[in-house]
């Protein structure tokens, strides 16, 4: 499980290292991948918190 919380905070950092690229060149490409990613982090850690919290009930 705590590989899981690692990637999902590299996830995270990776994400806003590209909203900081898209701030600073202004190129569209880096925002489209920044909520792509971010996206696909939420939708993982939603997932993760889902097992975490099937553990404490089952």
Known sequence: ML???WLI???L???????AYYA???DPRF????WLLLKWTVL???????????????
């Open 9 to 11: 905070l590299l996830l």
């Open 44 to 58: 993982a850690s939603l997932g993760y918190f889902a097992v975490l919290i099937a553990e404490r009930v089952l």
């Open 3 to 5: 590989l899981f919380r």
């Open 13 to 19: 950092l990776v994400a806003g290292v590209a909203f």
């Open 31 to 34: 925002k489209t991948f920044a």
């Open 24 to 26: 600073t060149t202004g």
